[in-house]
């Protein structure tokens, strides 16, 4: 079974950034499509970023873009979520996912469409 490992997580201040990295140790995720969600206390699991497993399409929720970008290293088996400008309604322990039957990520970013997850980190944006 397809067991995902996210690490990067920690405490920054505000204007700061964090690179997340997912990985899965013994499968390929080439054939993957790759989601970042996150969950703050209190609140729904929600979409953050997905890219996808073809064409490197990608999706970005509105209050993240042009801060986050999403990128996948195939070489490295690994997916990361660059995070800049950094605020404190980020602050929520993000998750990555991945699905092999996810086709249109724009409109497929959504958790329940999701498979297999990963056990999150923690990010804390705070002065």
């Known amino acids: 079974q397809l067991q995902l490992v996210e690490s990067g997580g920690g405490l920054v201040q505000p204007g700061g950034s964090l690179r997340l990295s997912c990985t899965a140790p013994?499968?390929?995720?080439?054939?993957?499509?790759i989601g970042w969600f996150r969950q703050a206390p209190g609140k729904e699991r929600e979409g953050v970023s997905c890219?996808?497993?073809?064409?490197?399409?990608?999706y970005y929720a509105d209050s993240v873009k042009g801060r986050f970008t999403i990128s996948r290293d195939n070489a490295k088996n690994t997916v990361y979520l660059q995070m800049n400008n950094l605020k404190p309604e980020d602050t929520a322990v993000y998750y990555c996912?991945?699905?092999?039957?996810?086709?249109?990520?724009?409109?497929?970013?959504?958790?329940?469409?999701?498979?297999?997850w990963g056990q999150g980190t923690q990010v804390t944006v705070s002065s």
């Open positions: 890219i996808s497993s073809s064409d490197g399409s990608t």
């Open positions: 996912a991945a699905d092999w039957g996810i086709t249109t990520v724009q409109a497929m970013c959504v958790p329940d469409l999701f498979g297999s």
């Open positions: 013994g499968f390929t995720l080439d054939y993957y499509a």
